[in-house]
């Protein structure tokens, strides 16, 4: 057992052969030795030695004073010295009365053997350690809590000046981000109107478009900045158009030559490499560049198959599909010729307008697990019963037309992107009376799309 510490023995024994004899054992250990012959010297060793003992031995019976008196004494003196007491006697009156008032920490019998004597010595000195210790850093922890305290006084203090600034700094980084997030959406809508104004026959189907892939992507429950990653995509999809001449934009085919063929399939790559280097824009130019894989795998640029094609790609290839057919008429004759069989089951009952979206639906299942994620399209005709069919019958309105009654057949948001109305909302005088208010701080600047009057989208049609 190591000690940390020197330490210093007092050897109190009105017989001298006994403290020699002690003397001569605890010397071998290193310890720094003083003797006494009777309990009153070794009370003067005590007050008049300047070092302390670790450890004071004394004989139980001694003339003058006993050993239990002379080591009571001796603990108000010197409270954290252990203290042994040495009989020869087995008088447990003696032990016991020494325990109570010496408070002492062993006793040792005449005679003892040597090599256990040292082992009891040197468990007491390893408690005296541990005692003066746990002192020490009981004294070193209430300095360092009165440290703290006055530390936590002062850092207080600073932490109220400090967040009164960072406050103030919030708001202002709040008013910074609206406005740079204004920015972004007013950049994201210039890049979409940019398509629209080279290619007025592509106009509203990049909105439209957007609309169907974040219902979908919200039907899939995806997260919401994904969701918005999504809807920005589909809204660019078609942005690598730009400086197309218009006869690849009337989508005859069979009027391409080969160069025409390459030109448009570079379309996806070019989109891509227009947004990337937009902060923010990165991730949608991956979903601009997959749009038009297959699920098979025989899209393009890539030909990437199934899960290796990003999920908002998958979505935005469903809901261009579908909008092309409907809106856009591309290829619809081709579209109704794959569909002839299934088609003619509904054209004497349908009109015009059904039979396109109708065509556009079996089209859809037709390409299903070929060009089409088969579990996009069960989510997005799930969309199409939810809705009774997709903004057919809608007008385009700006603020200052709208009027009480009429019903959004699309979501509302203001420039910055902020949520105001749901679909199939009717608007009241109180709700455009709000919607004119806001418009002066956060402008409405995109077109409303209300159902023509007179009709109302339901789950049965």
């Known amino acids: 057992m190591e000690l940390k510490y020197k330490h210093r023995l007092l050897l109190v024994d009105d017989e001298e052969s006994i403290t020699k004899a002690l003397y001569r054992i605890f010397r071998r250990e290193g310890y720094e030795i003083q003797t006494a012959s009777s309990g009153q010297e070794g009370l003067e060793v005590i007050k008049e030695d300047k070092k302390p003992f670790s450890l004071i031995i004394s004989d139980q019976r001694m003339p003058g004073m006993t050993g239990t008196q002379f080591l009571e004494k001796a603990k108000k003196i010197l409270p954290n010295a252990m ?35 040292l082992i009891q010595i040197r468990h007491a000195l390893k ?13 070193l922890t209430r300095k360092q809590n009165i440290e703290l305290n006055e530390l936590n006084k002062r850092l207080e203090q600073k932490v109220e000046e400090r967040s009164r600034e960072i406050i103030e700094k919030n708001k202002k980084l709040a008013r910074v981000n609206k406005e740079l997030e204004s920015n972004f959406y007013n950049t994201v809508r210039a890049f979409a109107s940019l398509v629209e104004m080279h290619h007025p026959s592509l106009a509203g189907h990049g909105r439209r478009v957007s609309i169907l ?4 992507a919200q039907l899939l429950e995806l997260p919401e900045n994904e969701v918005t990653h999504i809807e920005i995509a589909a809204l660019l999809h078609d942005i690598g158009k730009l400086g197309f001449p218009q006869k690849l934009l009337e989508y005859k085919v069979d009027k391409w030559s080969p160069q025409d063929k390459e030109l448009f399939r570079k379309h996806p790559e070019q989109g891509q490499e227009t947004v990337q280097f937009i902060n923010k824009l990165d991730h949608v130019g991956i979903l601009i560049r997959c749009h038009h894989e297959q699920y098979d795998g025989h899209g393009y640029p890539d030909q990437l198959s199934e899960e290796e094609i990003p999920l908002g790609s998958r979505i935005i290839a469903v809901a261009d599909a579908y909008d092309r057919i409907v809106n856009l008429n591309v290829e619809i004759d081709k579209s109704i010729r ?15 307008d059904e039979v396109l979206e109708k065509a556009a639906i079996l089209h859809l299942k037709h390409y299903s697990f070929t060009q089409y994620d088969p579990d996009i399209i069960k ?16 007008k385009e309105l700006s603020i200052e037309h709208l009027k009480e009654g009429m019903i959004l057949s699309r979501p509302l948001y203001s420039s910055s992107g902020r949520f105001l109305l ?5 608007l009241t005088e109180s709700y ?11 402008p409405i600047n995109d077109i409303i799309y209300v159902l023509r009057q007179g009709r109302q989208m339901s789950n049965d049609e």
């Not at 005296?128 to 210790?133: A, K, P, Q, R, S």
């Not at 892939?213 to 979908?216: A, C, F, Q």
């Not at 989510?379 to 809608?394: M, R």
């Not at 749901?422 to 009717?426: F, I, V």
């Open 83 to 117: 203290r042994i007491l040495l009989t020869g006697y087995s008088d447990m009156d003696a032990i016991v009365d020494a325990i109570n008032r010496g408070e002492i920490h062993r006793y040792l019998t005449k005679p003892w053997n040597d090599d256990d004597l």
């Open 127 to 139: 408690q005296y350690e541990l005692i003066v210790e746990n002192k020490r850093l009981l004294v």
């Open 213 to 216: 892939s974040r219902e979908i």
């Open 338 to 352: 794959e569909i002839q069989e299934e088609i003619n089951k509904y054209r004497d009952h349908l009109t015009d």
């Open 379 to 394: 989510v997005f005709l799930k969309l199409l019963k939810t809705k009774g069919g997709l903004y057919k019958e809608e």
């Open 422 to 426: 749901p679909p199939d909302t009717t």
């Open 432 to 442: 455009i009376s709000k919607l004119n208010a806001l418009h002066l701080r956060d």
